[in-house]
């Protein structure tokens, strides 16, 4: 079992920044790659970037260079970098963490990112 636990999250407003943290603990090991989700009220969850264990990053295009994704091994903590935020940022962000056997993600428990006009 992995544990994934967000933090970060809050309330800013337009053109601000936030950077999300993940802690992650147990069976790391057993993971190829960790992400970031966000789900806003009323619609999908929706995949915002991930890293690969080679440091192999991706963005949905509509965080593409304003957020990053980063990594730091000896924390085991996920970060998300998030840059000149826009009202349609707002969502509850998760965490995620592949388990290479089946590629089934673990999930934290989310963290609230509120952007204002």
């Known amino acids: 079992q992995v544990q994934l636990v967000e933090s970060g999250g809050g309330s800013v407003q337009a053109g601000g920044s936030l950077k999300l943290s993940c802690a992650a603990s147990?069976?790391?090991?057993?993971?190829?790659?960790m992400g970031w989700y966000r789900q806003a009220p009323g619609k999908e969850r929706e995949l915002v970037s991930t890293?690969?264990?080679?440091?192999?990053?991706t963005y949905a295009n509509s965080v593409k260079g304003r957020f990053t994704i980063s990594q730091d091994y000896a924390k085991n903590t996920l970060y998300l970098q998030m840059n000149s935020l826009k009202t349609e940022d707002t969502a509850v962000y998760y965490c995620?963490?592949?388990?290479?056997?089946?590629?089934?993600?673990?999930w934290g428990q989310g963290t609230q990112v509120t952007v204002s006009s």
């Open positions: 995620t963490a592949r388990r290479c056997t089946d590629g089934i993600n673990y």
């Open positions: 147990g069976y790391l090991f057993s993971t190829c790659g």
């Open positions: 890293i690969s264990n080679d440091g192999t990053t």
